[in-house]
C-alpha cells in the first residue's frame, strides 16, 4: 500500500496552525481510531516535524510568541478542530480559531498539529499579566486543555530628579537642588511600570536627621510603560520650612533605592520680603469669607461688582515689577472645574497680549495648610523687548465661590513674586 504525506498551514490574524498528518487511503473494510494526545504548551515547535520545543507553562510579559501543540492519530482532513484561548479567571477570550484540517481531503492522516499565539498589529503584547487555558476541540468535543501563565514584570526605579516645577506627567521641568523659601520641592520618580500592589515612598528628613514627612504611593493599576510618580515637600503649618539643608529618601516596596540632598534658601535670599508687620486683609472676610496676609513693602487697592471682587496686592516701591491678586467669582459667573484649564489659558492670554508664550504650562494639584485641595498653573512668556515674563495661578473652589489667587512677575524679580505668592497664600483663612 502507498504512502504519502500532506502538510497544511493555516495563517488567521496571529495564530499559526500547522498540521503534518499521514495519509493512508480509506479501506472499506475497516475503521481507523482517534486519538489525541496532551496539549502541550511550549516556546516554539520544531520546524520540519512541529514537535514542541521547550515546553513551559509561565511567560515574561513581552514574549512575542507562546505555542501550543497536540500529538493527533487518524484524524480526516473533513475533520473540524478548535483552538480556544482565554482568561482562565474572567472567561475574557484572547483568541478563537477553527476550521477543517483539510478541506476536501477524506483520508486519514496522523502528526503534530500547532498553534502559535503572536503578538496582534498595533499591540504591544500577547495578553495582559494572568492565568490563561488553551482548549483543544475535535469536531465540536473538547479533547485537551492545558493552563499557562502570563507573569507580572519586575518593575524597577530608572532615575530620580528634583524640581521646582513639573509638567501634567508628572515629569521634572526645572531640576535644582538648591530651592527658595516657600517654594514646592518636587522629588519625580522615574519607572519602568507600575505594578498593582506595588508602593513607592518619599521619607522626608531635616538636616537633625528627624523626619518631617513620609509621602507614600500605592499602586492600584497597571500601566506597562515608563511613567513618572512625583512626591511633594510643602510647609507643614502656615510657616514655610526654614532654611537649611535636607534630603529625601526613596523607597520601592519598603527597599531604600537611593536619597538625595537638597537645600533650602533664607527668605532674604528670596527677595527680602518679610510679613514681621501683622498686615492682613479682612474687609471681604463678611461677604467673602476670607483672610490673607500680606508683606510689609505691599499695599493692596480693592473692588467688587456684580460678578465677585478682587484685591490686588503691590509693592510700595514702583520699581517692583511684581504683584499679586485674589479674584473671587460667584458661583454664576465661575466655570466648572473641567473648565478651569480653558479659563486659566484665557487669564494667561489677557494679562500677557503682545507676548509669546514660552514651553507648555505645566498643571499641579496642591493642597492649602487647612488641606483644602486647589488647582496651579504655571506659564511663561517673552516680551520682544522687556524678556521673560511668568505667571502663577491658584484655583480653590469653596462656599460656592471660585477663589483665583494670581501671581506676574518679570524674570528679574521672580525671587520676590514667589515670596510673596506663596507666603500670602499659606496665611490664606477661608471660613464662614
Not at 521673560?388 to 465661590?401: A, N, T, V
Request: charged fraction near 25%; glycine fraction near 6%.
Amino acid at each position: 500500500m502507498d504512502k504519502r504525506f500532506f502538510l497544511r498551514k493555516i495563517f488567521i490574524l496571529f495564530f499559526v496552525l500547522v498540521i503534518i498528518l499521514t495519509i493512508t487511503p480509506l479501506a472499506t473494510s475497516c475503521k481507523k481510531e482517534t486519538t489525541f494526545g496532551n496539549l502541550i504548551i511550549c516556546e516554539s515547535v520544531k520546524k520540519d516535524t512541529y514537535e514542541p520545543v521547550n515546553p513551559k507553562n509561565e511567560f515574561d510579559l513581552f514574549t512575542k510568541e507562546i505555542a501550543a501543540a497536540i500529538n493527533v492519530q487518524n484524524v480526516k482532513g473533513t475533520d473540524n478542530y478548535r483552538f480556544l484561548c482565554k482568561n482562565a479567571q474572567s472567561g475574557e477570550m484572547v483568541s478563537d480559531i477553527s476550521g477543517k484540517y483539510q478541506e476536501g481531503e477524506t483520508r486519514y492522516g496522523s502528526g503534530w498539529f500547532e498553534s502559535t499565539l503572536s503578538v496582534k498589529q498595533g499591540a504591544e503584547v500577547i495578553a495582559l499579566p494572568g492565568n490563561y487555558v488553551i482548549e483543544f476541540y475535535h469536531n465540536g468535543e473538547l479533547k485537551s486543555s492545558a493552563n499557562f501563565k502570563i507573569k507580572e514584570p519586575q518593575a524597577k526605579i530608572l532615575s530620580v530628579s528634583l524640581a521646582k516645577e513639573i509638567n501634567d506627567k508628572k515629569e521634572p521641568v526645572k531640576t535644582t537642588q538648591e530651592f527658595n523659601s516657600g517654594e514646592t520641592i518636587y522629588a519625580c520618580v522615574q519607572i519602568d511600570y507600575l505594578i498593582p500592589g506595588n508602593k513607592l515612598t518619599a521619607k522626608w528628613f531635616d538636616e537633625k536627621g528627624n523626619v518631617i514627612t513620609e509621602t507614600p504611593v500605592d499602586i492600584t493599576d497597571p500601566f506597562y510603560k515608563s511613567s513618572w510618580i512625583a512626591f511633594t515637600l510643602e510647609s507643614a503649618d502656615k510657616n514655610p520650612l526654614p532654611a537649611g539643608k535636607y534630603k529625601v529618601e526613596i523607597y520601592y516596596n519598603n527597599e531604600k533605592y537611593n536619597e538625595f540632598s537638597f537645600s533650602i534658601a533664607a527668605a532674604a535670599q528670596a527677595g527680602a520680603l518679610t510679613f514681621d508687620k501683622g498686615n492682613v486683609f479682612t474687609e471681604a472676610q463678611g461677604k467673602y469669607y476670607f483672610t490673607m496676609k500680606y508683606p510689609d513693602s505691599c499695599n493692596y487697592t480693592w473692588q467688587e461688582d456684580n460678578t465677585g471682587m478682587n484685591v490686588r496686592f503691590t509693592p510700595l516701591n514702583a520699581n517692583d515689577a511684581y504683584s499679586t491678586m485674589m479674584i473671587v467669582l460667584n458661583k454664576e459667573s465661575a466655570p466648572g472645574a473641567a473648565d478651569y484649564t480653558n479659563f486659566a489659558d484665557e487669564i494667561a492670554k489677557q494679562s500677557t497680549q503682545g507676548m509669546e508664550q514660552a514651553g507648555d504650562k505645566t498643571i499641579s494639584d496642591r493642597k492649602l495648610v487647612d488641606g483644602t485641595p486647589y488647582k496651579e498653573y504655571v506659564y511663561y512668556f517673552n516680551d520682544k523687548t522687556k524678556g521673560e515674563f511668568g505667571l502663577i495661578l491658584g484655583f480653590i473652589s469653596k462656599f460656592d465661590k471660585l477663589y483665583i489667587w494670581y501671581g506676574f512677575a518679570h524674570k528679574s524679580f521672580y525671587d520676590q513674586l514667589n515670596a510673596s505668592y506663596y507666603g500670602s497664600l499659606s496665611s490664606i483663612v477661608l471660613k464662614k
